[in-house]
């Protein structure tokens, strides 16, 4: 049972395009939702992450939007530059529980044409 | 160290072959953990460490894997008899205490023929 489904798969954006990855999940108990950036042979990167009390936090060009009753996140960046190509990864966790193990999407790889 | 240092980046092991992953965590960080990651897909959740105990292991895939952390920090992933659907990226992290960010690893690929 996949927990949380990402898409879509691949996404190609001309510079200074908007970006727009979508999450949804299934589990109510997840309560932080993380989106992680990684690049080839790298390992992933917290990039930003939201908790379900608001429904939308930006830190510079990335904002996530949080729809809690349709269980449902999605990443945006603005003014896609080329080195925003990479792999990116919406994730979910139960931070509140004793442990924190993240929930994993399966990747949108990201490619913004100059 | 500056980050989260994992060794070999790279092994190539023949089927049936036994493998020692090595993690070494940011100096003083608590919390380790474990993922895999196969080839275009998502890291999933291996086990967890809190110092030196594993709390939760719950995402090993069989009884061939193995890890410990003896005196909180450094930490080994064994893969026992290792099989081609062992292949893959393992990736470790830390964090500074429980339910804070976690910082990952370059991860080590393996490959088995």
């Given amino acids: 049972q996949q927990q949380v489904k990402q898409s879509p798969q691949s996404l190609i954006v001309q510079k200074g395009g908007i970006s ?3 999450c949804a999940y299934e589990n109510t108990a997840f309560d932080y939702f993380p989106w992680y950036q990684q690049f ?5 990167a917290l990039l930003i992450a939201i908790r379900p009390d608001v ?7 990335f904002t996530i939007s949080f729809n809690k009753s349709a269980k449902q996140f999605s990443l945006h960046i603005m003014d896609s530059q080329p080195g925003d190509s990479a792999t990116y990864f919406c994730a979910a966790s139960m931070r509140g529980g004793s442990n924190y193990k993240l929930t994993f999407g399966k990747g949108t790889l990201l490619t913004v044409n100059p | 160290g500056a980050g989260v240092s994992q060794s070999p980046r790279y092994k ?11 993690c070494d965590p940011i ?3 608590v919390s380790l953990f474990w ?9 999933e959740f291996l086990t967890y460490f809190q110092n030196e105990a594993q709390l939760d292991k719950s995402g ?3 009884d061939r894997f193995f890890a410990e952390r003896p005196e909180g920090s450094v930490s080994t992933l064994k893969i026992q008899r290792t099989q081609q659907e062992d292949s893959a990226v393992y990736l470790c992290a830390s964090s500074a205490r429980m ?3 976690a910082f990952f690893g370059q991860g080590t690929r393996l490959t088995v023929v």
């Fill in chain 1, 55 to 61: 429904s939308e936090k930006k830190e510079g060009r």
């Fill in chain 2, 60 to 62: 090993l895939p069989s």
């Fill in chain 1, 20 to 22: 727009i990855i979508n």
């Fill in chain 2, 99 to 101: 339910n804070t960010e």
């Fill in chain 1, 40 to 44: 080839p042979g790298k390992g992933p």
């Fill in chain 2, 27 to 29: 100096s003083g960080h």
């Fill in chain 2, 12 to 22: 190539v092991a023949k089927r049936g072959q036994d493998v020692a992953l090595r």
């Fill in chain 2, 35 to 43: 993922y895999q990651q196969a080839l275009g897909q998502g890291p």
